[in-house]
Every structure is written in structure tokens, then in C-alpha cells.
């Protein structure tokens, strides 16, 4: 069964410090992989995505994460946080042959809360 | 380009009234989806749509109903609401590279 673990439910880091959200996924195939982002009282937006092409996806705001199939990781990382990324990021699968519908599972996020 | 959009942000209902809740694309996207969010969880599917005329269920119709009469958009029935319900609701369409777009939410209470 295809699953989803993001290994910290909170995160707490300094601005001007470098930024690590875990996570771990199990799948069947190769799947896509995403990372989103939400913030208070808003939607969800796409931070960046895996589809099979490099193992290393950069994505916006300065946000990075690596695809390591021998370890099922896509951690998520920054260089430098900033107080402006305080949100809640949720690492999403999206198994391949899910049925036509394009499944996604999502990850029971990570809290990051940044401080000055 | 709007993208998703939903309607309303937020709306209270008692139990056992009925509401529909709106959402809209202007992507062309075949594919759309229901989610519902509960606190401190991430998303789970309730129904979803690959085109006019066509849905099916999710992990978690209950309760629910849809319908897509055209590509751009894909309203969710709420009969009979029950406190259960209270949620967040997003919306959603997939582009190209299985990417799915959410719209804002609508944030229910069901009291």
C-alpha cells in the first residue's frame, strides 16, 4: 500500500538558518512527488514536484528537495528560512497506475514555525 | 486566469440543512476533486470527476454529492449536514505532470 510519513509534525528553526522537512513514502512504482505549502487560513500551493526526470527539483521561494529512490525520502530544504515561510508543508504522493485518477496521499504535514 | 475558485470562504449551517458548495476552473483541466480537510490532518479525497458527466466516489463520499455538467465546473451537495462535516472543503483540478491546483477553501461549521 502506497503511503506517506513526514517524520516531524513541528519544526522550529532561527531566520537566516537552513530549513529540513522530512519525508518517507512507500509506492509500489515510481511515483510523482510534491511538496506543498500552506499558510494560515489559505489554500494550498505547489512548492515544487518530482515526475522522473532529475533527482534534485528546485522549486520556488529559494525551497529544494531530493528525490532518493534507495532511501524513499523527498526531504525538503532551504538554505536561509525567512519569518515569511511560517506555514504548515504537506509532502504529497502520487502513485503511478492509481487508478486513472490521478490519486494523491497526502502526508499529515509539517508545522514550520520560524523565529527572529 | 483565475485558476480555482471557490465559493463561499465561509458558511455556518445548522444540522440537517443542505448547502452547495461552488467551485470553478478556467484551466480546461478534465480532472477535478473534492477534498475535505479536518484539523491537524492533511487532505482526504471525497469524490472526484476526469470530465463532463462524469464522477465518482473517494475515500470519503458520505454524506456527499457532485455533479459536472461542464468541464469548468464541479459543485459539492451537502444534504442532511451533520457536525460532522465540519471541515475545511478545497477544490481541485489536474494540469499537465499530474499537478493538482487547489483553490482558497471554504471553511464549514456545522453547529
Known amino acids: 500500500a502506497q503511503s506517506v510519513t513526514q517524520l516531524d509534525s513541528h519544526v522550529s528553526v532561527s531566520e537566516g538558518t537552513p530549513v529540513l522537512l522530512r519525508c518517507n513514502y512507500s509506492s509500489s512504482y515510481s511515483p510523482s512527488l510534491f511538496w506543498y505549502v500552506q499558510h494560515p487560513n489559505k489554500g494550498l500551493q505547489l512548492l515544487l514536484k518530482y515526475t522522473s526526470a532529475a533527482t534534485l527539483v528546485k522549486g520556488i521561494n529559494g525551497f529544494e528537495a531530493e528525490f532518493k529512490k534507495s532511501e524513499t525520502s523527498f526531504h525538503l530544504t532551504k538554505p536561509s528560512a525567512h519569518m515569511s515561510d511560517a506555514a504548515e508543508y504537506f509532502c504529497v504522493v502520487s502513485p503511478k497506475f492509481s487508478g486513472g485518477y490521478n490519486k494523491l496521499i497526502f502526508g499529515a504535514g509539517t508545522r514550520l514555525a520560524v523565529h527572529p | 486566469n483565475a485558476g480555482v475558485t471557490q465559493t463561499p470562504k465561509f458558511r455556518i449551517l445548522k444540522i440537517g440543512q443542505s448547502m452547495t458548495l461552488q467551485c470553478t476552473q478556467d484551466m480546461n483541466h478534465n480532472y477535478m476533486y473534492w477534498y475535505r480537510q479536518d484539523p491537524g490532518m492533511g487532505l482526504k479525497l471525497i469524490y472526484y470527476?476526469?470530465?463532463?458527466?462524469?464522477?465518482d466516489k473517494g475515500e470519503v463520499p458520505n454524506g456527499y454529492n457532485v455533479s459536472r455538467s461542464t468541464t469548468e465546473d464541479f459543485p459539492l451537495r451537502l444534504e442532511l449536514a451533520a457536525p460532522s462535516q465540519t471541515s475545511v472543503y478545497f477544490c481541485a483540478s489536474k494540469g499537465p505532470e499530474d499537478t493538482q491546483y487547489f483553490g482558497p477553501g471554504t471553511r464549514l461549521t456545522v453547529l
Open positions: 470527476s476526469v470530465g463532463a458527466g462524469i464522477t
